[in-house]
């Protein structure tokens, strides 16, 4: 059984090119976006694909402490992955925390209109938010959660490596639960207080400071969580193809395939009730949002949003046989990716550059991102081996079965 990763170098250096890709783009968009409309998205743009790249490698420790508290083992044959993905979190959260702090101390006002104090004040609804939209709040919150994010991730990780060293004996099994259960527990808490509730309405939704959702924060994690989801479904064929998790079967990737269909079902869900809501109320303070997403020249990316991200997933993934198809979930992972990396387009754009434009700078960023993704989850399955040996669940998972 091959169970120790070994990084293949072509794949080391496709990292390096999609690395190089996003750092020559971000040069170009150094020169070529002049003036304060230019630097308005060279920022927009980085913090479009800092934030949706960190919360989707988030996704996978949210993955491990749900299937953990759930008490699931089906997925104890390639948890290795999502251990790999979530240690991308750390370097992630370093550099959306630098690119936030820039913004903000920067003073780029048009990307957080809230930044200019002098308009605040003359601002009868900044004003009322200004008790958390301000310098202060927004760093020390920033700090607080990704300082927390790093913390359980890299405690999950260590925690699972270490028990790769512990007995079979069954009072070890039932240490090994419960210990793993409490944290998992408090990364929960952690993450429904912030992807669930404040970061999302700090982090984007402020853009638009005027506007405010509900269900701002949980349509965020919808879309991150599936994306998440299907870079989990990536690397698991990956490895399966070449070789490794032989424990992983059809089984295993029909169950990814249900959960990339169902949350691509309860995105919508999201998407539907926060504009039906909006719409039939016909409140100005609400409707603003929409307005020149549904009406304005951005139409054409919202209802594209949809397509990709509902329509193409329900109907390509309603069948039995292609969520049991390697082939065919690669392909539909990657449409939901980049579906949502789109939906993240869409949702800061309209605020910062307005008008719609073709986003090569924001592409390049976006492949820089993936080859960073990739370069550090790599390094990460070669340091341990595939299969968490000792844990109690593990033959559950081998015989596990739809």
């Known amino acids: 059984m091959k169970d120790q990763f070994v990084v293949p170098a072509k794949l080391r250096t496709a990292s390096f090119v999609l690395m190089g890709i996003g750092v020559l783009t971000l040069l170009i968009g150094l020169v070529a976006l002049g003036g304060e409309h230019g630097a308005t998205r060279f920022w927009a743009g980085i913090l479009q694909n800092s934030t949706f790249f960190l919360l989707v490698a988030l996704a996978s420790t949210f993955f491990i402490a749900a299937t953990t508290l759930a008490h699931g083992g089906w997925q104890l044959a390639f948890r290795r992955v999502p251990e790999a993905i979530s240690m991308a979190v750390p370097v992630l959260g370093a550099i959306v925390f630098i690119v936030l702090m820039i913004i903000v101390f920067g003073g780029k006002d048009h990307i957080y209109h809230w930044l200019d104090a002098e308009h605040v004040k003359h601002d009868r609804v900044l004003s009322w938010k200004s008790a958390f939209l301000n310098k202060g709040f927004f760093t020390t919150a920033t700090v607080i959660t990704i300082g927390l994010w790093a913390f359980f991730t890299v405690k999950l990780r260590n925690m699972s490596l270490q028990e790769d060293t512990w007995d079979l004996s069954p009072d070890t099994g039932r240490r090994i639960l419960w210990r793993n259960t409490v944290w998992c527990g408090g990364f929960a808490?952690?993450?429904?207080?912030?992807?669930?509730?404040?970061?999302?309405?700090?982090?984007?939704?402020?853009?638009?400071?005027?506007?405010?959702?509900?269900?701002?924060?949980?349509?965020?994690?919808?879309?991150?969580?599936?994306?998440?989801?299907?870079?989990?479904?990536l690397f698991v064929i990956y490895l399966k193809k070449n070789g490794y998790l032989t424990f992983v079967n059809e089984e295993h990737l029909h169950d990814l395939g249900k959960f990339m269909f169902a949350f691509?079902?309860?995105?919508?869900?999201?998407?539907?009730?926060?504009?039906?809501?909006?719409?039939?109320?016909?409140?100005?303070?609400?409707?603003?949002?929409?307005?020149?997403?549904?009406?304005?020249?951005?139409?054409?990316?919202?209802f594209l949003n949809l397509i990709l991200n509902f329509i193409l997933p329900?109907?390509?993934?309603?069948?039995?046989?292609?969520?049991?198809?390697?082939?065919?979930?690669?392909?539909?992972a990657i449409l939901i990716i980049f579906g949502h990396w789109l939906d993240f387009f869409q949702m800061v754009m309209p605020g910062t550059v307005r008008e719609l434009h073709f986003p090569w700078y924001e592409l390049g960023l976006g492949l820089g991102f993936v080859g960073l993704t990739i370069f550090l989850v790599i390094n990460q399955l070669a340091k341990a081996p595939l299969v968490p040996k000792n844990h109690p669940y593990l033959k559950e998972s081998i015989v596990h079965h739809t």
Not at 316 to 328: G, H, I
Request: charged residues 10%.
């Open 189 to 233: 808490v952690i993450f429904a207080l912030s992807v669930g509730s404040t970061t999302p309405w700090l982090w984007l939704m402020s853009i638009d400071a005027h506007w405010f959702s509900t269900m701002y924060s949980w349509y965020t994690f919808a879309s991150t969580w599936v994306s998440g989801l299907s870079l989990i479904a």
């Open 264 to 302: 691509s079902i309860f995105w919508t869900y999201l998407w539907f009730s926060q504009y039906m809501l909006i719409w039939y109320a016909n409140m100005p303070e609400e409707t603003a949002y929409f307005q020149p997403r549904v009406w304005g020249e951005w139409r054409p990316v919202f």
């Open 314 to 332: 329900l109907l390509l993934l309603m069948k039995r046989d292609t969520k049991r198809n390697y082939t065919a979930v690669t392909y539909i």
